[in-house]
């Protein structure tokens, strides 16, 4: 039988674990330190519940904040629930007219193991962001 009219393959060739992004965002209630790292910290063991995941699986996280949270890095929360060998990016949001103010997202990449399903996180306010998302409510 040629290569043209094998059937496609219905599972995929590889079972083993296999990288995952995760995305996520929570609000704050003010610009000042412990706010946002207590969102932070909130937003991120969310996550790691949800997908039954500990620090070890992480490969690496991303952290944005918008303009209006200058106060403390949300990494910080992030070392301090364990975080030690998982490269942390923190950068800053576009600062567009209308989008949500004093908002913390994370893209989270992970292992985790074959057939695993994401389950995405929104907190407080920024359940808004992706309403299409009810797993992540």
């Known amino acids: 039988m040629s290569a043209a009219s094998d059937p496609a393959p219905t599972e ?37 519940e949800r997908n039954a995941l ?9 952290f944005t904040c918008t303009p209006d949270l200058t106060a403390e890095f949300p990494a910080v929360a992030a070392r301090q629930l364990g975080f030690d060998q998982v ?31 994401s389950r995405h996180v929104y907190l407080h306010e920024a359940r808004a962001l992706r309403t299409d998302l009810d797993a992540a409510q």
Not at 54 to 62: K, T
């Open 12 to 48: 995929p060739a590889w079972q083993g674990p296999r990288l995952i992004a995760l995305r996520g965002a929570t609000s704050v209630a003010a610009n000042e330190r412990d706010a946002i790292l207590e969102r932070t910290t909130e937003l991120l063991s969310e996550i790691m």
């Open 54 to 62: 500990l620090p070890d699986d992480c490969v690496s996280a991303i």
């Open 87 to 117: 490269p942390l990016l923190c950068a800053q949001e576009i600062d567009k007219e209308g989008a949500l103010p004093l908002a913390v997202r994370i893209l989270l990449h992970a292992y985790a193991p074959a057939g695993h399903e």
